[in-house]
């Protein structure tokens, strides 16, 4: 599974706030933002105020208030034909039968939620059976212990006058305002049991999970009783969102379901299903991670006519895209897609849907929208050529040429935040053949986003450049080399779906690239804006009119060569800081001096291979800083403390004194160096 950083950061968002419901969206926002920025990674707040926007609130109706009408949670866990579940969950939201379809890997293809009664589930199961590989597994809950994260109360009452449609429209529209006094209504009575986080109809979390829990105990055990051990456990209370208790004990006692932000919390999860007991009760679980699903909440519903449910296929839609494509094809191109056989017909109406669709879900420039939209016309051109095979070699190399100059750019764009226009430094760092990287081929551009990642100065830049979207792209110039050099073979079929699906990567990829290179962009803009600061900076004088302090400004990884410079130091009649000036990796020195230096100090800077991959030295400790800096009177002394590789941008103009060979003639010079700065002041 591919966890990028908007999967992430949506699952962060929806976990504070599900935490902590007194926060708003914005406040969840700026807790995430701060909390990246201290792990050095800053800039985040638009991309999360874009994925706070998607996130969707919606309201729990209490299941025992479903369940007035002998509305129960159904499920099905089933095997079936290509086509069969998605056909029945399709026809079911059309009858308001209000299914929910979940893929899953492991035994059974998929698991099939139904709000019903017993009659109602049986028509299903037989509905199911018409097209089922074996019988289906169904099972009932005999008690809903916990949902969407919200514990069931054991009581309800209803609020006179209200309607069913009415609480379904607040569930539905949760933060709707004008029905905000209905809803707390609702909310007192228990009817709501709360809110819940979707983006869609999905959940906003990368992997999600099902699983059967038996309970094996020498004396009976209560479901409230299960649902505490359960919830003692920390590593599952932060990732269940629902306990189900299964009616006779088969196949499960117990149903779950899990939330997770990464495959460790899934791990860390079950391990905890695994390990929780109390007095003799222990557990195990059996789990079914979902690939996908579409969910459909729980609402009051009209009683589903489940024997009209047809599992015949419904054509309707692949007619209606047909028509679309039809029409927008030139008169000799009709004509000649009318003559191709039944199998290129579906693929190219594949291949021009999918394209186009993947197409409208991008935000491109109108250069790269052009680049696009011309490749497609040569690939809806040449599909449709009813003799031969199509030649569509002209319309992949088209998308991949769009790729590689997006690739160049972003490369560019990371290369000059760190090293500016020094184009030497930036080819001998990120171990590239040329200095000029518009005249790269596209693998040596992957090669150098690699270089970039395991590089520190690019610390705070990595997340522009995640390890799924390079290997994907590697894997891309792999494709297109194969379709440069002529070494794709197959049917006209099978060539049409081939470049298919090398052209819709490549539009994926393309936008992660144009998309990182614009929020780059806007960040370089305000760096920008901060290094304006940086030139302005005022350091108030001592106000007690003593001499000048030596700030000792370090990373945790330094403190027994920074501690030894220091006592050395005090021991020769000069004030050393220690304490106030160790910088983790995403601290900022520039706001350190800001609060704690005056004009006339000087900082001692401790340079290792641990301070060369925070933010504070490979990025804060450039020219721009040593001319402000030198503009109050600080000295700046650059003290290597271990042989390791310094850039030639860090601390550019100031001498190094190295105390990583000969510690004590490195220190004599600090002194002299000091003795000085002190005589120049007098």
Not at 15 to 31: G, K, N, S
Not at 309 to 337: C, H, M, N
Not at 521 to 548: C, K, M, W, Y
């Amino acid at each position: 599974m591919i966890h990028d950083l908007d999967t992430s950061l949506t699952a962060d968002l929806a976990r504070t706030l599900e935490f902590d419901p007194a926060l708003t969206r914005q406040d969840a926002v700026i807790r995430i933002a701060r909390l990246a920025a201290q792990a050095g990674v800053p800039g985040l707040e638009k991309r999360l105020e874009r994925l706070a926007s998607e996130l969707s609130q919606r309201g729990v109706i209490n299941p025992r208030y479903l369940s007035q009408d002998d509305n129960h949670p159904h499920f099905f866990l089933a095997n079936g034909r290509p086509g069969l579940f998605g056909q029945v969950i399709s026809d079911a939201e059309h009858s308001r039968a209000g299914i929910s379809q979940y893929v899953v890997y492991g035994h059974w293809d998929s698991v099939l939620v139904l709000y019903g009664s017993a009659e109602q589930a049986t028509r299903l199961m037989g509905k199911l059976m018409e097209g089922a590989y074996e019988e289906p597994t169904t099972f009932v809950a005999k008690e809903v212990l916990l949902a969407y994260r919200h514990q069931v109360p054991r009581t309800f009452e209803p609020v006179p006058g209200v309607t069913d449609d009415q609480i379904n429209e607040i569930a539905l529209e949760y933060d709707n305002e004008d029905t905000r006094a209905l809803r707390d209504k609702l909310l007192e009575s228990n009817v709501l049991i709360g809110s819940a986080l979707t983006v869609g109809q999905s959940s906003p979390y990368p992997i999600n999970a099902f699983i059967g829990i038996s309970v094996r105990a020498h004396a009976p055990i209560s479901g409230t009783e299960v649902l505490n051990v359960l919830m003692d456990q920390d590593d599952l209370r932060n990732c269940m969102t629902h306990l189900f208790e299964v009616d006779h004990g088969k196949p499960f006692h117990y149903f779950a379901r899990i939330a997770c932000a990464t495959m460790h919390e899934l791990d860390e999860a079950t391990n905890a299903i695994a390990f929780a007991s109390r007095a003799g009760i222990r557990f195990e679980g059996e789990t079914l991670v979902v690939a996908h699903g579409s969910e459909q909440l729980p609402l009051v519903r009209k009683p589903p006519d489940i024997a009209s449910l047809s599992v015949a296929p419904d054509v309707t839609a692949i007619f209606r895209t047909a028509q679309q494509v039809f029409d927008k094809l030139g008169t000799e191109e009709r004509a000649s897609f009318n003559l191709l056989p039944s199998d290129r017909q579906m693929a190219t109406l594949r291949g021009i849907t999918g394209l186009r669709s993947a197409v409208e879900e991008c935000h491109f420039d109108g250069d790269v929208q052009q680049r696009v939209g011309s490749a497609i016309t040569i690939f809806a051109r040449e599909i449709t050529r009813s003799e031969g095979s199509p030649n569509l070699t002209g319309a992949v190399m088209e998308i991949a040429s769009t790729t590689e100059r997006c690739a160049k750019r972003l490369l560019l764009q990371l290369a000059s935040s760190v090293y500016g226009e020094n184009q030497i430094e930036a080819q001998r760092q990120l171990r590239l053949p040329n200095r000029k990287i518009w005249n790269l081929p596209l693998g040596k551009v992957v090669q150098g986003f690699r270089a970039a990642r395991g590089h520190g100065s690019f610390a705070d830049l990595e997340h522009h450049i995640p390890d799924d979207w390079i290997n994907r792209l590697d894997r891309f110039t792999d494709e297109r080399n194969s379709w440069a050099h002529g070494d794709t073979d197959g049917t006209p079929t099978q060539i049409v779906d081939l470049a298919y699906d090398t052209m819709r990567e490549g539009i994926q990829i393309t936008e992660w690239l144009t998309r990182e290179a614009r929020l780059l962009g806007e960040a370089v803009n305000q760096a920008a804006a901060q290094q304006e600061e940086v030139l302005n900076i005022t350091l108030p004088a001592r106000s007690d009119g003593s001499d000048f302090a030596v700030l000792v400004s370090h990373s945790p990884g330094d403190e027994g060569t920074a501690s030894r410079l220091a006592k050395g130091l005090d021991a020769m009649g000069y004030r050393a800081w220690l304490n106030e000036w160790v910088f983790s990796a995403g601290d900022s020195i520039v706001e350190r001096l800001k609060k704690g230096a005056h004009a006339g100090d000087v900082l001692l800077v401790v340079l290792s291979a641990a301070s060369l991959q925070s933010r504070w030295v490979n990025q804060e400790l450039n020219s721009d800083l040593m001319r402000a800096l030198d503009g109050q009177n600080v000295l700046v002394i650059p003290v290597v403390s271990e042989n390791c590789d310094v850039p030639t941008l860090i601390l550019a103009g100031q001498d190094r004194i190295n105390c990583a060979d000969d510690f004590e003639n490195g220190f004599i010079s600090i002194v002299r160096t000091l003795r000085e700065h002190r005589d120049a002041r007098e």
